[in-house]
């Protein structure tokens, strides 16, 4: 199992991290677009056709993209504060019990964000016509799917890896936080 869990955990990150590189290049892309809209505009130009539309359709496929890495660093608002009352042993078994139904919930959201994404693809779905909106969803398809596997990847650590043999020990000498440890 140990094998497979290290093959997981660097799959999950490097994956993580990629996409996490296209959505900081999309931010890019997005704010030179509007910064030469604002140009344009300013210059009696016009402005860039449709900068609103793929702004939109950009803005999600942004936010979808990085929530894996986002997962991998622990950097999503959470409950910190609140199992870090708890004795570490507790924690654990905490995280656990709320990683299983979060894993399952966010399986469900991959199914379905998924099935939106084909159906969109097979019809080159558009925004009024002019702004493809398939890319959009099939990038947060691939999201959704980057943050399963990172929490499933999370999961098996607490289950199986290294933070496993440490369940029954009682609270860091450091004061490390559960996240520390996985």
């Given at each position: 199992?140990?094998r497979?869990?290290?093959?997981?955990?660097?799959?999950?990150?490097?994956?993580?991290?990629?996409?996490?590189?296209?959505?900081?290049?999309?931010?890019?892309?997005?704010?030179?677009?509007?910064?030469?809209?604002?140009?344009?505009?300013?210059?009696g130009e016009?402005?860039?056709?449709?900068?609103?539309g793929?702004?939109?359709?950009?803005?999600?496929?942004?936010?979808?993209?990085?929530?894996?890495y986002?997962?991998?660093?622990?950097?999503?608002?959470?409950?910190?504060?609140?199992?870090?009352?708890?004795?570490?042993?507790?924690?654990?078994?905490?995280?656990?019990?709320?990683?299983?139904?979060?894993?399952?919930?966010?399986?469900?959201?991959?199914?379905?964000?998924?099935?939106?994404?084909?159906?969109?693809?097979?019809?080159?779905?558009?925004?009024?016509?002019?702004?493809?909106?398939?890319?959009?969803?099939?990038?947060?398809a691939?999201?959704?799917?980057?943050?399963?596997?990172?929490?499933?990847?999370?999961?098996?650590?607490?289950?199986?890896?290294?933070?496993?043999?440490?369940?029954?020990?009682?609270?860091?000498?450091?004061?490390?936080?559960l996240?520390?440890?996985?």
């Amino acid at each position: 199992m140990t094998r497979v869990l290290q093959f997981l955990r660097a799959t999950s990150r490097y994956l993580a991290v990629s996409v996490a590189v296209l959505s900081g290049l999309g931010v890019v892309v997005l704010v030179v677009m509007t910064l030469l809209n604002i140009l344009l505009r300013n210059s009696g130009e016009g402005g860039v056709p449709d900068v609103v539309g793929w702004g939109e359709v950009g803005v999600a496929a942004i936010a979808y993209l990085g929530l894996a890495y986002a997962q991998h660093l622990d950097s999503h608002v959470s409950t910190v504060v609140v199992v870090r009352m708890l004795p570490r042993r507790l924690q654990r078994y905490v995280k656990v019990f709320w990683m299983v139904p979060v894993c399952l919930l966010v399986l469900w959201m991959g199914v379905e964000t998924a099935r939106e994404a084909i159906d969109s693809i097979s019809v080159r779905e558009a925004r009024m016509g002019a702004v493809p909106i398939w890319p959009a969803k099939a990038a947060i398809a691939v999201g959704v799917w980057l943050l399963f596997l990172e929490l499933l990847v999370q999961l098996l650590d607490l289950l199986f890896g290294p933070a496993r043999a440490n369940w029954s020990a009682a609270a860091e000498p450091d004061g490390s936080q559960l996240s520390d440890a996985v």
